[in-house]
């Protein structure tokens, strides 16, 4: 097959060094094979032009088109961040419904379609990201598009019940099968969509009862996403000397660095520090919780409750147990530089992350990357990542159970160098091995059909 690979994701950046999972992933694997990246551009214009336009080259092409204000309020915060993330994270109860939101989801997704319909070749291969874009593939199919069409969820895929609230369930089995290949992140996602088409007539399961084939001969497959783990560990190697973290002797440092969203489990996250608090032995290291997490979306009204119930949970740990030396929680609000970023990996005592729910959660990779073998630190992980599926022997954690994760906590601090470097050494095997080539090399392998 001698087409390009054409990627399709909401983000593109626009920077030579991009931020961010998703995007910096999809950066790296089309600077190793080539191609087109298409995405909106990133400002509402009044009249979007009809056709996409590019805006750079060099080891790949990188192409945007527009979308109006009021499509920015629909199809982006709207359909895709106030329906389709809640109802995909387990957070029905934050679903907001309204028909325009549906309405200029799909207009974005058609003009996007009409578009696509006209710059795809038969010998393309289209990989569309996320759930900016669910219909596309079957929008482009209703277009003559006959070329491979792969799909990959970035978040979790919702269970059967919480996909009742979607006035468009019938239709979201539709888009899926509608796909070549429809690639998730893990085993357990694959699980969530085989039950959302156990009654469905088009699909085909074993005797064993897994999927096999939808209407369109393709099935769910598990696509577990990487990072660039060499890049990162010389990274952090790099910059470890760089940090100045302001200390005291023999403290220890507890970092957590997530978008600010309620499925991070933030406000769980800082109870369950505090619990270890309230526990901790006099013989136990003084430790330092810091929380970078950069606010998004601040524009939905669940982005900024969120904030404000983070803000004043931090307020109210630090009033009990600060001292005049020591301040158990420092909570950054804005972004920090990549380079800086991993240093502070690399010194880290422990990481904390304690999602709600979680597509993969490359921070827990990232962190395993960083670390120096001879000395390594603790990852403390909820078994609502992703990453728990391949991540087993970091120290897993329900998020809910605040006793339970200050206990993790005053494991971790406490754990012996021996057990530390024994888990680290399995950690770090995995995230070398399923790393960001992988992951590409092996979706790319299903979508060209030759796996």
């Known amino acids: 097959m001698s087409g390009r690979l054409i990627v399709v994701s909401n983000r593109i950046p626009t920077e030579a060094q991009p931020s961010g999972g998703l995007v910096v992933a999809l950066h790296d694997c089309l600077t190793t094979e080539g191609g087109v990246w298409i995405g909106t551009s990133g400002t509402p214009v009044e009249k979007p032009e009809p056709k996409l336009r590019e805006i750079a080259r060099g080891d790949y092409t990188r192409m945007v088109f527009d979308i109006s204000p009021s499509e920015q309020e629909g199809y982006y915060l709207g359909y895709?961040?106030?329906?389709?993330?809640?109802?995909f994270h387990r957070r029905?109860?934050?679903?907001?419904?309204?028909?325009?939101?549906a309405d200029n989801y799909l207009a974005v997704n058609a003009r996007l379609a009409d578009m696509l319909a006209e710059f795809a070749g038969p010998d393309d291969l289209l990989w569309i990201h996320d759930y900016h874009f669910l219909p596309l593939a079957k929008l482009l199919r209703d277009r003559g598009v006959s070329c491979r069409i792969g799909?990959?969820?970035?978040i979790p895929?919702?269970?059967?019940?919480?996909?009742?609230?979607?006035p468009q369930a019938n239709d979201l089995k539709d888009w899926v099968a509608a796909y070549d290949v429809f690639g998730v992140q893990t085993k357990g996602d694959v699980g969530r969509v085989m039950a959302h088409y156990r009654d469905d007539p088009h699909a085909i399961f074993d005797t064993q009862g897994h999927m096999v084939a939808l209407n369109n001969g393709a099935a769910p497959r598990h696509f577990p996403i990487g990072i660039d783990a060499r890049e990162f560990a010389s990274l952090a190697q790099t910059h470890e000397a760089d940090i100045s973290l302001a200390l005291t002797l023999g403290q220890k440092l507890v970092l957590g660095v997530d978008r600010l969203d309620y499925s991070k489990g933030l406000v769980h996250r800082f109870e369950g520090f505090a619990a270890y608090l309230d526990a901790r032995k006099p013989d136990t290291p003084k430790a330092t919780l810091l929380q970078i997490a950069p606010p998004s979306r601040e524009d939905v009204d669940a982005y900024r409750d969120i904030r404000t119930e983070l803000e004043q949970t931090a307020g109210t740990i630090n009033g009990a147990h600060s001292e005049l030396d020591w301040t158990p929680i420092r909570y950054i609000r804005r972004a920090v530089d990549r380079d800086m970023l991993a240093g502070v990996y690399r010194r880290a005592d422990v990481a904390m992350v304690t999602p709600l729910a979680d597509g993969m959660n490359l921070v827990a990779k990232e962190f395993v990357a960083a670390q120096n073998p001879e000395n390594p630190g603790v990852l403390i992980l909820s078994h609502f990542a992703g990453a728990a599926e391949q991540l087993t022997d970091a120290l897993m954690v329900n998020p809910y159970d605040t006793a339970e994760v200050g206990a993790a906590v005053e494991q971790a601090l406490t754990m012996p160098r021996s057990e530390r470097q024994d888990r680290?050494?399995?950690l770090f095997d995995n995230v070398m091995r399923e790393d960001i080539s992988w992951w590409t090399q092996s979706y790319l392998s299903a979508l060209r059909g030759t796996s």
Do not use: K, T
């Open 151 to 154: 799909f990959f969820l970035h």
């Open 80 to 87: 895709a961040n106030s329906v389709l993330w809640p109802l």
């Open 92 to 101: 029905a109860d934050l679903v907001h419904l309204r028909p325009d939101y």
């Open 424 to 426: 680290h050494a399995a």
């Open 157 to 166: 895929f919702p269970v059967v019940a919480d996909i009742l609230a979607l």
